[in-house]
C-alpha cells in the first residue's frame, strides 16, 4: 500500500529528505524537474512546438524555471519563461535558478499584474505558478492570471499540482484554478486526485518517482493508502492440493426480480468464476429456468414469499439486494438476516430498503460490507453537497458500525472499520454500464466464502474486478458486466 500525504506531511519529507539524504534541497528540485522533463517528452516529442512556462516565485516555480533550462538543453528553443511577480516574497531555491537564467542567454518576460499578458502564442502551457504551497483560494491577480490562461484553451501540464486545486480537503464546486491537461505531479498523487471534482483542475495525472524518502512517506499517520497489485498478490491464496468444494465455501445471493434476473445471473457467475466451493441464488420462481440454463453450476433457492433464509450459518457468505426489487417481504428477509447477525454483503436495492429502515443501521452485523454508489450513499447517510463531505461520512460510519462501506466510483474509497481509507486505482470508463456492481457484489461474496476476512475481501474484490475492466478495455471502447464475470479466473491466476 502506498501511504499518501497531506501537503503539509509532504513538506515534512522534503525537509526529511534534505537532512538525511545527501541531497541539497536545490538538487532535489533539480531531480524533480528532470522526472517532469522526462515524462513530459514521452508526450511532447515534436521540439519545434512552441511552449510558455508560467513560474511564480516559490518553489513550485523553481521547478518552472529548472524545466524550462532542460527543455531548452534539450532542443526546445521555442520556449518563453513568464516570471508570475505578484508577490514580494520568493524561495531560495527559486533565487537560485533565477540567478542562472539572468547569467544565461535565455529570455524571461516579467508579469507585474494580469493585465500584463497580451496575446500570447502558443501551443503548450506549463503551469509552475503555485504548487502544494497553496494555502486559500485563488484571488485578485493570481485569479485573473488563472482565468486568462484557461481562457486560451491549450494544452496544459501542471507540475505538481494544477495552480489554485487543494491537495487535500474540499474542492470547491467554483473552483477558479488552472484547468489542465495533465498534471505530473511528485513521489505521491495527491489525495484530492482521486475525488470526482479533480475533473475541473485535471483530465489526469501521472506520479514521478523525485528519490524523496520512501521509509518516512509510509510511516507518516494517514488515514488513506493507494492499494498496489504487490498487496493484492499477497493477499491471494492459492487453492490447494487436495481440496474439495467444501474448502471454498458455500455462498448465498439473494437478488434478482421478474424484470431484473440478470442482476441475480451477473452475480451468481462471477461468484462462481471468482472460486466458492458453493454458489446457491436465491431468486424468484419466475428465473429458475433461465438460472438453470445459463448457470448449471449454480443451486437454486425459490423465493416467492420468502422471509427468512433457513440455517443461514450453513453460508459461509450472504449478498443480497442486486435486481431485487422493493416490497415488504423482502424487507423482512433483510431484517431477518439483520437479526441473525452474520456479517451481510448488502448492496443495490437491500441498501434502498436499509435506507427506508434507519433503525436497521445501526444493527447491522459487525464486519458487513455495504457498496453504495453516490446515491445510494446519500440515500443512506444524507445529501453531502461534496466528495470530500461524503468521504468523512462514509469514514466515521464505517467506524461506528464497525462495518465495511465500499463508496464506489472510478476510484471506490474502501472504509473499514479501523478507520483507514484504501483507494481502488483500477477500473476505467468503460466499465461504465448496468450489471457492472452486481458482478461486484458477487466478488466479495465469493472472497468471504473462501474465508477472507471482510477487509480483504473488499480490496481483492474491488481491485480485481477493476483490473480484469482495463485489460478488457485495451482492445473495446465498452466492456460488458458478463464480459467482466468471465475475466475474474483469468485475473487471479495472471495475479498469482
Ligand atoms: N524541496 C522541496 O521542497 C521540493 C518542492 N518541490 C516543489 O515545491 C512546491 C511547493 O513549493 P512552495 O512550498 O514554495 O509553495 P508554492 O510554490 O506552491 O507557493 C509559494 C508561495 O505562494 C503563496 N501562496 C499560497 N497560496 C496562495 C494564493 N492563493 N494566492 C497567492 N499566494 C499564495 C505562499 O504564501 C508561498 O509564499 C511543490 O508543489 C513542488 O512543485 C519540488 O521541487 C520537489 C522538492
Ligand atoms: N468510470 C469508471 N471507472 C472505474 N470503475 C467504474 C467506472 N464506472 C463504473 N465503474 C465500476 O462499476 C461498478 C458500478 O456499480 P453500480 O453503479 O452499482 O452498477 P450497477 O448497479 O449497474 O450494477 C462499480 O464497481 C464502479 O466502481
Known amino acids: 500500500m502506498q501511504t499518501l500525504l497531506t501537503s503539509a506531511q509532504m513538506r515534512r519529507t522534503d525537509e526529511f529528505t534534505i537532512a ?7 538538487d532535489l528540485m533539480e531531480k524533480a524537474a528532470r522526472a517532469f522533463v522526462q515524462s513530459f517528452l514521452r508526450d511532447e516529442f515534436d521540439s519545434t512546438k512552441n511552449i510558455a512556462i508560467f513560474c511564480g516565485k516559490g518553489n513550485n516555480g523553481g521547478d518552472g524555471l529548472a524545466i524550462a533550462y532542460l527543455l531548452l538543453h534539450n532542443g ?3 520556449i518563453k519563461i513568464y516570471i508570475v511577480n505578484f508577490s514580494d516574497k520568493q524561495s531560495d531555491d527559486f533565487a537560485i535558478n533565477r540567478q542562472r537564467l539572468d547569467e544565461s542567454r535565455y529570455r524571461k518576460t516579467i508579469i507585474n499584474k494580469a493585465a500584463d499578458l497580451k496575446n500570447i502564442k502558443t501551443d503548450i502551457i506549463i503551469d509552475a505558478i503555485l504548487g502544494s504551497g497553496l494555502n486559500k483560494p485563488l484571488t485578485s491577480d493570481y485569479a485573473d ?3 486568462y490562461i484557461n481562457k486560451l484553451n491549450k494544452k496544459v501540464y501542471a507540475v505538481d499540482v494544477p495552480t489554485g486545486f487543494p491537495a487535500e480537503g474540499e474542492i470547491p464546486s467554483d473552483y477558479n484554478g488552472i484547468k489542465a491537461y495533465k498534471t505530473i505531479c511528485f513521489q505521491r498523487p ?14 489526469k495525472h501521472e506520479v514521478v518517482a523525485i528519490g524523496l524518502d520512501e521509509n518516512f512517506i509510509q510511516n507518516q499517520d494517514s488515514d488513506f493508502f493507494l492499494i498496489e497489485e504487490s498487496d493484492i498478490r499477497h493477499m491471494l491464496k492459492p487453492r490447494k492440493l487436495f481440496s474439495h468444494k467444501g474448502t471454498y465455501g458455500h455462498a448465498l445471493i439473494i437478488a434478482g426480480n421478474t424484470n431484473t434476473m440478470g442482476a441475480a445471473l451477473l452475480s451468481s457467475m462471477s461468484c462462481l468464476y471468482t472460486g466458492a466451493g458453493l454458489t446457491t441464488a436465491c431468486i424468484p420462481q419466475s428465473g429458475l429456468i433461465a438460472l438453470n440454463t445459463t448457470l448449471p453450476e449454480v443451486i437454486a433457492l425459490p423465493r416467492d414469499e420468502y422471509r427468512k433464509v433457513d440455517n443461514p450459518a450453513k453460508y459461509q457468505a450472504i449478498a443480497i439486494g442486486p435486481g431485487l426489487g422493493l416490497s415488504a417481504a423482502h424487507e423482512k428477509l433483510l431484517e ?9 454483503v448488502i448492496d443495490a436495492d437491500a441498501l434502498n430498503m436499509l435506507s427506508e429502515r434507519p433503525d436497521l443501521i445501526d444493527k447491522l452485523p459487525e464486519n458487513s460490507i455495504l457498496t453504495p454508489h453516490m446515491k445510494e450513499f446519500d440515500r443512506l447517510f444524507g445529501e ?4 470530500w463531505d461524503r468521504l468523512q461520512t462514509a469514514k466515521v460510519k464505517a467506524q461506528q458500525l464497525k462495518i465495511v462501506i465500499m463508496l464506489k466510483n472510478q476510484f471506490t474509497f474502501i472504509c473499514v472499520p479501523k478507520g483507514r481509507i484504501y483507494i481502488n486505482p483500477t477500473g476505467n470508463p468503460a466499465m461504465a454500464q448496468g450489471g457492472m456492481g452486481d458482478v461486484l457484489t458477487g466478488i466479495i461474496a465469493a472472497f468471504l466464502a473462501q474465508k477472507y476476512a471482510s477487509t480483504d475481501a473488499a480490496i481483492l474484490a474491488c481491485y480485481i474486478h477493476g483490473k480484469a475492466g482495463d485489460n478488457l478495455a485495451m482492445d473495446k471502447i465498452v466492456v460488458s458486466a458478463s464480459q467482466v464475470a468471465k475475466q475474474i479466473p483469468v485475473e487471479i491466476k495472471h495475479l498469482m
Do not use: G, R
Not at 384 to 387: A, I, L, R
Open 190 to 203: 495527491k489525495i484530492n486526485f482521486f475525488f470526482p471534482e479533480s475533473a475541473l483542475a485535471t483530465e
Open 20 to 26: 538525511n539524504k545527501p541531497i541539497a534541497s536545490i
Open 336 to 344: 431477518n438476516l439483520i437479526f441473525d447477525n452474520q456479517p451481510l
Open 76 to 78: 526546445y528553443e521555442n
Open 384 to 387: 453531502h453537497q461534496n466528495w
Open 145 to 147: 492570471l488563472v482565468k
